[in-house]
């Protein structure tokens, strides 16, 4: 007599159309009931081992789903349940997108607990070799794992694939920021334009486009000199909506310089018979279309015969002013809206040719000075230190040393002040094999009793140089 299970075993058994085995368990689902679940396979033993895999979850408190979701199904779900009540409308209408136009086309028939990760790796690299950026094919990855891990904590499925796919490095464009001198040049030359006030929000504070074209009369404080950032103007498929801005460090208030509240004055009294509530409207009083406004910008550009560059550029252009006038990073951060300092460092802050160059200067005057003969030499050019005596005065009429020049005087032994033209004419200058040979041998035996304190003086220098040009800049 054939042995009965027990209760909660399972049962297995052969199908005898198909030959089929078919096993079933008992197990909890994720609303609380419990619930027969099967399994299928060409072997018992095949059978046998899925249903101990089930049996094994549930006993260690594992829920199963209530039903088989297909990936289709459940991101319909995610995107009207998850996406659209808790994110902002911009960024629910390029999940929308990404779902609609690659994942269900793609994935969507497959059921969550049969995707795999060599399944997502194919269809990825599909999309690469059909012409695809390798910026898109990560934004698809992106909202594919935000919306597995999601599964994840409902309990529907186990794991997230989609993590483990890997994809090859997104490389950013490179950004060419304005200089200052073009900076100047654009504004001079738009300053009769009707939109010249919203240019010079763009180009003295970094706002975002939104920002600028979401501002509301309300949101100008002419008594306290503030500007209160608190929404933005997007477009969302067919429509220009005003909606929440992009970060909660977005939200800030911005001192109203005098420059900017004489031109919001001007143009508040140019429009004192308007209905709407926004301080940049149409000619017709309707809120600007964020791509006409780009396009705009970009024509005036060309007109005027400015280097072209995109609005949002101009944030770039911001970051990487207040930089070389040695503002701190924080604060630079908090006058963008940026929600960490890294982004404001490693994606907005550009540096130049000058900031370079004045950093390397510092490190020479700081390093090559020859102790015995109290100079560093240029050739023809002659010395590019200055002896200065113990009193404190200059033999040719020198200001007070600098940090630097201190620091050389306790190197060598004296005190000195570092023409820096001179040092760079004498870094970038051609001369003989035999004569880099001699000068280099002369200056290694000259400094090498001093390399402790080396990295002192060029921390030392990099300051002072840094220091020397906020001052000019003030």
């Given at each position: 007599?054939?042995?009965?299970?027990?209760?909660?075993?399972?049962?297995?058994?052969?199908?005898?159309?198909?030959?089929r085995w078919v096993g079933s368990i008992w197990v909890q689902t994720t609303s609380?009931?419990?619930?027969?679940?099967?399994?299928?396979?060409?072997?018992?033993?095949?059978?046998?081992?899925?249903?101990?895999?089930?049996?094994?979850?549930?006993?260690?408190?594992?829920?199963?789903?209530?039903?088989?979701?297909?990936?289709?199904?459940?991101?319909?779900?995610?995107?009207?349940?998850?996406?659209?009540?808790?994110?902002?409308?911009?960024?629910y209408a390029q999940c929308e997108t990404i779902v609609r136009l690659y994942l269900?086309?793609?994935?969507?028939?497959?059921?969550?607990?049969?995707?795999?990760?060599?399944?997502?790796?194919?269809?990825?690299?599909?999309?690469?070799?059909?012409?695809?950026?390798?910026?898109?094919?990560?934004?698809?990855?992106?909202?594919?794992?935000?919306?597995?891990?999601?599964?994840?904590?409902?309990?529907?499925?186990?794991?997230?694939?989609?993590?483990?796919?890997?994809?090859?490095?997104?490389?950013?464009?490179?950004?060419?920021?304005?200089?200052?001198?073009?900076?100047?040049?654009?504004?001079?030359?738009?300053?009769?334009?009707?939109?010249?006030?919203?240019?010079?929000?763009?180009?003295?504070?970094?706002?975002?486009?939104?920002?600028?074209?979401?501002?509301?009369?309300?949101?100008?404080?002419?008594?306290?000199?503030?500007?209160?950032?608190?929404?933005?103007?997007?477009?969302?498929?067919?429509?220009?909506?005003?909606?929440?801005?992009?970060?909660?460090?977005?939200?800030?208030?911005?001192?109203?310089?005098?420059?900017?509240?004489?031109?919001?004055?001007?143009?508040?009294?140019?429009?004192?018979?308007?209905?709407?509530?926004?301080?940049?409207?149409?000619?017709?009083?309707?809120?600007?279309?964020?791509?006409?406004?780009?396009?705009?910008?970009?024509?005036?550009?060309?007109?005027?015969?400015?280097?072209?560059?995109?609005?949002?550029?101009?944030?770039?252009?911001?970051?990487?002013?207040?930089?070389?006038?040695?503002?701190?990073?924080?604060?630079?951060?908090?006058?963008?809206?940026?929600?960490?300092?890294?982004?404001?460092?490693?994606?907005?802050?550009?540096?130049?040719?000058?900031?370079?160059?004045?950093?390397?200067?510092?490190?020479?005057?700081?390093?090559?000075?020859?102790?015995?003969?109290?100079?560093?030499?240029?050739?023809?050019?002659?010395?590019?230190?200055?002896?200065?005596?113990?009193?404190?005065?200059?033999?040719?009429?020198?200001?007070?040393?600098?940090?630097?020049?201190?620091?050389?005087?306790?190197?060598?032994?004296?005190?000195?002040?570092?023409?820096?033209?001179?040092?760079?004419?004498?870094?970038?200058?051609?001369?003989?094999?035999?004569?880099?040979?001699?000068?280099?041998?002369?200056?290694?035996?000259?400094?090498?009793?001093?390399?402790?304190?080396?990295?002192?003086?060029?921390?030392?220098?990099?300051?002072?140089?840094?220091?020397?040009?906020?001052?000019?800049?003030?």
């Amino acid at each position: 007599m054939a042995r009965r299970n027990a209760n909660g075993e399972g049962s297995i058994y052969q199908r005898a159309s198909d030959k089929r085995w078919v096993g079933s368990i008992w197990v909890q689902t994720t609303s609380g009931k419990p619930k027969r679940v099967y399994a299928y396979g060409r072997t018992r033993a095949e059978v046998h081992t899925k249903l101990t895999e089930a049996k094994s979850k549930d006993g260690r408190g594992i829920p199963t789903a209530d039903k088989s979701w297909r990936l289709g199904d459940y991101l319909d779900y995610w995107l009207e349940a998850v996406v659209k009540p808790n994110r902002r409308p911009a960024t629910y209408a390029q999940c929308e997108t990404i779902v609609r136009l690659y994942l269900k086309p793609g994935l969507g028939g497959r059921t969550l607990n049969t995707l795999s990760v060599s399944l997502i790796q194919g269809y990825l690299n599909q999309l690469l070799a059909d012409g695809h950026s390798v910026s898109k094919i990560h934004v698809i990855r992106k909202i594919l794992s935000a919306a597995l891990t999601r599964a994840e904590r409902e309990e529907l499925t186990t794991r997230n694939p989609a993590r483990l796919v890997e994809l090859p490095a997104e490389e950013r464009k490179e950004v060419k920021p304005w200089t200052s001198a073009e900076a100047i040049e654009f504004l001079n030359a738009i300053r009769s334009h009707r939109l010249y006030p919203a240019f010079l929000l763009l180009l003295l504070y970094g706002l975002r486009k939104g920002e600028v074209l979401g501002l509301r009369r309300q949101d100008i404080d002419f008594d306290s000199s503030t500007i209160h950032l608190r929404q933005q103007l997007q477009r969302i498929g067919r429509q220009i909506l005003q909606g929440p801005l992009k970060t909660a460090k977005s939200r800030r208030d911005l001192p109203l310089l005098e420059p900017v509240a004489d031109a919001l004055a001007k143009l508040r009294e140019q429009r004192s018979g308007a209905d709407s509530e926004l301080v940049f409207t149409t000619t017709e009083g309707r809120p600007i279309d964020p791509g006409n406004f780009l396009r705009d910008f970009q024509r005036l550009c060309r007109q005027h015969g400015v280097r072209v560059i995109t609005v949002h550029q101009i944030r770039h252009t911001v970051a990487t002013l207040l930089k070389s006038f040695g503002v701190a990073d924080r604060d630079i951060q908090l006058i963008l809206g940026h929600s960490r300092i890294v982004t404001t460092q490693e994606i907005y802050q550009h540096d130049d040719a000058d900031s370079r160059r004045n950093v390397l200067q510092g490190l020479a005057s700081a390093l090559l000075v020859d102790r015995d003969t109290k100079t560093i030499q240029s050739g023809s050019s002659g010395s590019l230190v200055e002896y200065v005596d113990s009193s404190g005065s200059c033999q040719n009429g020198c200001q007070k040393p600098s940090f630097v020049d201190r620091m050389a005087s306790i190197i060598s032994g004296g005190a000195y002040r570092i023409r820096t033209d001179d040092l760079f004419h004498a870094m970038t200058r051609r001369s003989s094999v035999a004569e880099r040979a001699t000068e280099v041998d002369r200056h290694y035996k000259a400094r090498r009793r001093r390399w402790l304190i080396g990295s002192v003086a060029v921390s030392a220098a990099v300051k002072d140089t840094r220091g020397e040009e906020t001052g000019r800049a003030a």
